[in-house]
C-alpha cells in the first residue's frame, strides 16, 4: 500500500518560513507529478503548486515568487519551502502523487494525509 506522508506544519508568524515534506513510502515503478494542495476551513481544496518528473514546476498566482516546490525522485519526496508566509496562507496543505505501482499498471492519485500550517498576524 502506498501512503503519501506529509510533515513539517506549524504555527508561525507573518513573514516567516515553513518548508513541507512528503514521502511516498511502499512499492512504487514511478512517480509521474507530484503537488501540494491546500484546503482551509470553508474554502475548496486547491492547488498550490506541482511538479512533473522532469522537474517543471507550476505555482497558483498567489504562491508565486514566496514558495517552491522540489522533489528527490531517489527518495520518492516532494518538498515546499514557503517563504514570507502570509495569515491567508493558512491551512490544511495536502501532498499529492501521481504515480505507477508497476510498469504495466495505469497511473493512479495517491493522497496524503495532510498538514496543518497556521500563520498568525
Known amino acids: 500500500q502506498v501512503q503519501p506522508v506529509e510533515s513539517g506544519g506549524g504555527l508561525v508568524q507573518a513573514g516567516g518560513s515553513l518548508k513541507l515534506s512528503c514521502a511516498a513510502s511502499?512499492?512504487?515503478?514511478?512517480?509521474?507529478?507530484m503537488g501540494w494542495y491546500r484546503q482551509a476551513p470553508g474554502k475548496q481544496r486547491e492547488l498550490v503548486a506541482s511538479i512533473t518528473s522532469g522537474g517543471s514546476t507550476d505555482y497558483i498566482d498567489s504562491v508565486k515568487g514566496r514558495f517552491t516546490i522540489s522533489r528527490d525522485n531517489a527518495k520518492n519526496m516532494v518538498n515546499l519551502q514557503m517563504n514570507s508566509l502570509k495569515p491567508e496562507d493558512g491551512a490544511v496543505y495536502y501532498c499529492?502523487?501521481?504515480?505507477?505501482?508497476?510498469?504495466?499498471?495505469?497511473?493512479?492519485?495517491?493522497w496524503g494525509q495532510g498538514t496543518q500550517v497556521t500563520v498568525s498576524s
Open positions: 511502499g512499492s512504487i515503478f514511478k512517480i509521474n507529478h
Open positions: 499529492n502523487a501521481n504515480l505507477r505501482l508497476k510498469s504495466w499498471s495505469l497511473s493512479d492519485v495517491y
